[in-house]
């Protein structure tokens, strides 16, 4: 089992920048595939990015595809979301989850096992 802990949200401007973080807990993250989600109010939580366990291959949804980046530091057992060109439409709470399953091109939100409480990214325009 592995305990999530998200952080790095807050507000900015449409057309700015914020990087999150999941830091994973205790150190076995490297066992793990990875994905950040999010969910707007009265919106389905959507799977936006995914890493596999050694970092090689990742995806993303449509809407975050050329302006976001998921990365992972196994050493430091963390997972970043870099997300620049922010626009108000990816105003949601973001979550960390990891799954047990071998990395896959076709993941879904009911692949993951365990997840983090989220952080809330709120950009203005």
């Known amino acids: 089992q592995v305990h999530l802990v998200e952080s790095g949200g807050g507000l900015v401007q449409a057309g700015g920048s914020l990087k999150l973080s999941c830091a994973a807990s205790?150190?076995?993250?490297?066992?793990?595939?990875m994905g950040w989600f999010r969910q707007a109010p009265g919106k389905e939580r959507d799977l936006i990015a995914t890493?596999?366990?050694?970092?090689?291959?990742?995806r993303y949804a449509d809407s975050v595809k050329g302006r976001f980046t998921i990365s992972r530091d196994n050493v430091r057992h963390t997972v970043h979301l870099q997300m620049n060109s922010l626009k108000a439409e990816d105003t949601a709470i973001y979550y960390c989850?990891?799954?047990?399953?071998?990395?896959?091109?076709?993941?879904?939100?009911?692949?993951?096992?365990?997840w983090g409480q989220g952080t809330q990214v709120t950009v203005s325009s």
């Open positions: 890493v596999s366990q050694g970092g090689a291959n990742t």
């Open positions: 205790p150190n076995t993250l490297s066992k793990y595939a």
């Open positions: 989850a990891a799954s047990e399953r071998p990395w896959s091109s076709r993941f879904r939100v009911r692949d993951f096992d365990y």
